[in-house]
């Protein structure tokens, strides 16, 4: 064998290189950064946005097909000099903007990645770069993207060519002047600025691509406040009154088409807030300081509603404060029924005739064209919130887990504003489009939703009015009993024994069937209860499951040691096993936990003891206690009892858990309790009590709190008292109450069992 072949290569010389990107990174990252060509023009805009523009002009020149046409972005802004350009424009991923994040003009600049540029490319092949400065000379700079394109090209070879002459196009009569001057602008600053001209397109433009422009630049900058008491809000909410006349300036956005073909021409003219949608059925607005306490105020339409809420608390984590806010947010409800349609349609028209099937497609079609809730960030939206189909928010997922009181992404268009000094936690995305994941991103999304959960308790009540609540004797099933019936036809029919058997044969049938039936609700329930702890009993095995994985891993280090002795190694051993002994009682307890709520079939009811019943609901629920902070203990009964005890748990765990969440509302100060007892009745029934020392219930949901789906928690489902009152009315003959007074001061519900006790 050869024995040069044989050793490694020790023959190249050290040294020292550097990465050397291929040219085309430019173009990729342009594609991969700057998701669509409409995000591209955004992205320009708001590059005018921070050089304290106040006009920007978007003129198109057809014809609009594939390499061929122009795009022009002009702006009044600032301009730029040679220096300028090197220093900023043409240094990609320049942190220009972080350094300084305000403009010369006190805007809140909106781009801080500098990758903006790389919008440019996206548009086209060629592009022509016009820019000066107030009393300074004219830069043209000159960049064929298609060199970019180049397989053998490094970026370092492509060179970019700029001139530097006497102002020509920014001059006080140049070209400039006119192209403002014939868009019709009022505001527009002559003798600086700056001119992208974007030659050969790289994709054509149809009449959906205008569409969606005009949506998103309809929707790119911040609506006005309504009323003057919605402008004072950005005040409260972080930004001082100089913030808020510099994030919301005078600024306009023109759309120009020439030489396109007649069916496009539709889409110029200037960019206005959406004259549509002007009267939501329903509104909240307000603002939210850095410990998530809101000010809102509601207004509905039908009745007419005009109510400040007051201070409301949204964050109900005492642990700690939010990550997210001070922030400001506006909310527009609209149902999208036939009847509210209508209703809205003839009120925009009274004198006109009545809509028609077409004017409510028409309607919904406007709605789902701008539905969304949307973010703004120092006056200028954040894509892609509010977009069609991002739902980041959840909503639609909440709706299908509540669809009677919680509202769908397609009935919203909400308005978030925030300042990027006051919430510094949420940050950018690196393609521009979102925040990144994090604690300040989630604590907005869960103080949003607060907030969406004021406005739709409201809308419930209007829309559910109140109605007796039927009497139910003995619950649902006893609708099934032909009881009275078969006494009626033995009293007028005594002879006719063939038609009482029939009757007898069928309530046999009934029952059957009613008990079949009352076995699948008992294991769904207990299902549905076991499926809301799951979480925590996860989160705690993985704990244990950590805890015995480190155990054996030094144990097994500290055997393998060779100066221990035998009789070291056996004690070591002793530990590890006595400590993994401690973790399976751990284990066996969570397992404990949940035992009752597996899907076996029920069983027949037995003795068993409150007291107990009672240790093994608080035994389940003390976690959650602990974690929140509130003291949960049994009363003195022990009252000796027929029941099953997967049954009366699945009660009493539903009730412990609602009381728990609303006691951890109320301040750390506060007395914070929950109390579980039993009664034993005269008539032999068994009363099991749950009373908190929380908010109590407010006397016009009292009723309401009973129905399926309904729930005033932020991300509640609505089925936990549901589920608790079916079982005690359906299988128990009973009734779930809440009760004027209790043993403590917030809400006292009292579950009392009547049947199979």
């Known amino acids: 064998m050869n024995d040069d072949a044989s050793r490694p290569a020790q023959d190249a010389p050290d040294g020292r290189g550097a990465l050397r990107p291929r040219a085309r990174l430019l173009r990729t990252l342009g594609n991969d950064l700057i998701s669509s060509d409409k995000v591209a023009l955004i992205e320009l805009v708001k590059n005018s946005y921070d050089a304290d523009a106040t006009t920007v002009l978007i003129r198109f020149h057809g014809p609009l097909e594939n390499e061929k046409g122009r795009i022009e972005v002009w702006d009044d802004g600032q301009g730029m000099d040679i220096s300028t350009l090197q220093r900023s424009w043409l240094d990609i991923a320049t942190d220009?903007?972080?350094?300084?994040?305000?403009?010369?003009?006190?805007?809140?600049?909106?781009g801080e990645k500098g990758i903006g540029r790389l919008?440019?490319?996206?548009?086209g092949g060629e592009l022509l770069l016009v820019t000066r400065k107030a009393d300074a000379r004219e830069v043209n700079l000159l960049i064929d993207w298609s060199q970019f394109d180049r397989e053998d090209a490094y970026l370092d070879e492509i060179e970019v060519a700029w001139e530097i002459g006497d102002p020509d196009v920014f001059s006080r009569e140049g070209q400039a002047a006119s192209v403002f001057s014939e868009s019709g602008s009022q505001t527009w600053r002559r003798g600086h600025g700056t001119v992208l001209r974007i030659e050969k397109l790289t994709h054509a433009w149809v009449a959906n691509d205008f569409i969606e422009l005009r949506t998103a630049l309809t929707r790119l900058i911040r609506p006005r406040p309504t009323s003057q008491s919605e402008a004072n809000g950005a005040v409260k909410a972080g930004h001082s009154a100089d913030d808020q006349k510099?994030?919301?300036?005078?600024f306009q956005i023109l759309v120009e088409l020439e030489d396109v073909p007649e069916s496009l021409e539709g889409f110029a003219g200037p960019i206005d807030p959406s004259g549509d949608l002007r009267t939501p059925h329903y509104q909240l607005s307000g603002s939210v300081d850095s410990n998530g306490v809101a000010t809102l105020r509601y207004v509905q339409q039908e009745p007419l509603v005009d109510e400040n809420l007051g201070a409301k608390t949204l964050w109900n984590n005492d642990k700690r404060a939010p990550q997210a806010g001070p922030f400001e947010f506006e909310i527009n409800v609209w149902d999208r029924d036939k009847e509210a349609i209508q209703r809205t349609l003839t009120a925009s028209s009274p004198d006109g005739p009545p809509p028609t099937p077409r004017d409510l497609k028409g309607f919904r079609e406007t709605l789902d064209d701008v539905a969304g809730v949307s973010i703004y960030r120092d006056g200028f939206r954040v894509l892609p919130f509010g977009e069609s189909g991002d739902d980041w928010l959840g909503l639609d997922l909440r709706r299908v887990q509540s669809p009677t009181l919680r509202?769908?992404?397609?009935?919203?268009?909400?308005?978030?504003?925030?300042?990027?000094?006051?919430?510094?936690?949420?940050?950018d995305q690196s393609n521009r489009e979102g925040f990144l994941?994090?604690?300040?991103?989630?604590?907005?999304?869960?103080?949003?939703?607060?907030?969406?959960?004021?406005l739709e308790g409201r809308r419930y009540k209007v829309r559910h009015p109140d109605t007796p609540r039927p009497e139910k004797?003995?619950?649902?099933?006893?609708?099934?009993?032909?009881?009275?019936?078969r006494a009626a036809l033995a009293t007028n029919y005594p002879g006719d024994s063939r038609l009482i058997g029939l009757i007898d044969d069928k309530h046999r049938d009934i029952q059957e069937g009613v008990a079949e039936v009352q076995q699948v609700l008992s294991r769904y329930s207990r299902l549905a209860t076991l499926g809301s702890l799951v979480d925590r009993i996860l989160h705690d095995g993985r704990t244990v499951l950590t805890r015995l994985k480190n155990i054996a891993r030094f144990g097994k280090r500290d055997m393998e040691k060779a100066t221990l002795s035998a009789d070291e190694k056996i004690g070591i051993a002793q530990k590890s096993m006595e400590e993994t002994a401690d973790q399976a009682e751990i284990l066996s307890s969570l397992f404990n936990q949940i035992e009752p709520f597996g899907g076996r079939k029920r069983g027949r009811p037995k003795e068993v003891s409150t007291?107990?019943?009672?240790?093994?609901?608080?035994?389940?629920?003390?976690?959650?206690?602990?974690?929140?902070?509130?003291?949960?203990?049994?009363?003195?009964?022990?009252?000796?009892?027929?029941?099953?005890?997967?049954?009366?748990?699945?009660?009493?765990?539903?009730?412990?858990?609602?009381?728990?969440?609303?006691v951890s509302t109320q301040p750390r100060d506060s007395e914070r309790r929950v109390v579980v007892d039993a009664r034993s009745n005269a008539d032999l029934s068994l009363t099991l009590i749950v009373s908190d020392s929380g908010p109590g219930v407010a006397d016009d949901l009292r009723d309401r709190i009973f129905d399926p789906y309904f729930s005033t928690k932020p991300d509640g489902v609505g089925l936990g008292l549901s589920i608790a009152g079916n079982m005690v009315e359906d299988i128990?003959?009973?009734?779930?109450?809440?009760?004027?007074?209790?043993?403590?001061?917030g809400a006292t519900f009292e579950a009392t069992l009547r049947r199979r006790v």
């Open 473 to 485: 004797k003995g619950g649902l099933f006893e609708r099934f009993d032909l009881g009275e019936i």
């Open 437 to 454: 994941a994090g604690t300040a991103y989630s604590d907005l999304q869960v103080l949003v939703r607060a907030a969406l959960n004021e």
């Open 246 to 250: 510099a994030t919301q300036p005078d």
């Open 407 to 427: 509202l769908s992404n397609n009935q919203i268009v909400g308005h978030v504003f925030i300042g990027a000094d006051a919430n510094q936690g949420l940050k």
């Open 732 to 745: 128990y003959g009973g009734e779930l109450a809440l009760v004027q007074e209790g043993p403590l001061d």
């Open 96 to 110: 220009a903007k972080r350094r300084k994040p305000k403009s010369d003009g006190g805007r809140r600049v909106l």
């Open 119 to 123: 919008a440019a490319a996206r548009l």
């Open 611 to 662: 007291r107990e019943l009672i240790r093994k609901a608080i035994s389940i629920m003390q976690v959650e206690a602990d974690d929140r902070g509130v003291n949960l203990a049994g009363g003195d009964a022990d009252i000796s009892t027929r029941v099953d005890e997967a049954e009366a748990l699945l009660v009493l765990v539903n009730l412990i858990q609602n009381a728990l969440y609303w």
